[in-house]
């Protein structure tokens, strides 16, 4: 498990569509390192936004946060992923920006 922390720049709603025609609501995080100009993608997974975790980032947008995230990596396609762990809540926030 990684954690990556900086500061929280969007949450964005990422949604489809299932095979019985229901939306899927999920989000992504984008957090900007303390260093460098690289931000990071985060994953929520559908379970994570309807326990109420992409409100609670919502909150801390422009402020500084962790989070635990799980990589992904698929070396054949070169594609990574950083998706969040557990509830996908904040675990801490270190400093104001």
């Known amino acids: 498990m990684l954690t990556i922390t900086g500061e929280v720049r969007k949450v964005l709603d990422d ?3 299932n095979k019985q025609d229901q939306e899927v609501k999920q989000a992504i995080l984008v957090i900007e ?3 460098g100009r690289q931000n990071y993608e985060v ?3 559908a379970r ?3 326990s109420g ?3 609670a980032w919502s909150k801390l947008i422009g402020k500084q ?3 635990p995230v799980s990589l992904f990596v698929n070396h054949e396609y070169r594609f990574y992923k950083f998706n969040a762990v557990g509830n996908g ?3 801490s ?3 104001s920006a």
């Open 65 to 67: 946060a962790s989070v």
């Open 43 to 45: 994953f929520l997974s």
């Open 33 to 35: 390192p303390p260093h």
């Open 53 to 55: 975790a992409k409100d």
């Open 15 to 17: 949604q489809y569509k």
């Open 89 to 91: 809540m904040p675990t």
């Open 48 to 50: 994570q936004v309807q």
């Open 93 to 95: 926030s270190t400093r």
